[in-house]
Nanobody
Framework: QVELVEFGGGLVQSGGSLRLSCAASRFESIDGMYWYRQAPGKERELVAGLAKGGRINDYAESVLGRFTISRDQTNNTLYLQMNSLEPEDTAMYYC?????????????WGRGTQVTVSS
């Protein structure tokens, strides 16, 4: 069974930085990996994504120039470097992997890691 584990969240002051990691395991192939976030009372939104081959899909406009997505393909780990954090970035951050394990293909979610930015 595939597994995605996010870590690196925490409490940080406005203007600070955090680096999130997402470790993917038991996949046979991964086409893309993405970071989403969901703040209380809001819908889940795409933060950034990396398609197969390392092509960056998109960044949410609100994080442009502050967040950087990257991936270590040798160990299937996705990263999100978050700089100049703002209170509006407070949310649960989720990792999504689009891939296959055996005959099961689809989108797989991690359980999330909480990011809280204090003003």
């Amino acid at each position: 069974q595939v597994e995605l584990v996010e870590f690196g969240g925490g409490l940080v002051q406005s203007g600070g930085s955090l680096r999130l990691s997402c470790a993917a395991s038991r996949f046979e192939s991964i086409d893309g990996m993405y970071w989403y976030r969901q703040a209380p009372g809001k819908e889940r939104e795409l933060v950034a994504g990396l398609a197969k081959g390392g092509r960056i899909n998109d960044y949410a406009e609100s994080v442009l120039g502050r967040f950087t997505i990257s991936r270590d393909q040798t160990n299937n780990t996705l990263y999100l470097q978050m700089n100049s954090l703002e209170p509006e970035d407070t949310a649960m951050y989720y990792c999504l992997a689009r891939g296959c394990s055996g005959d099961m293909c689809g989108d797989f979610w991690g359980r999330g890691t909480q990011v809280t930015v204090s003003s």
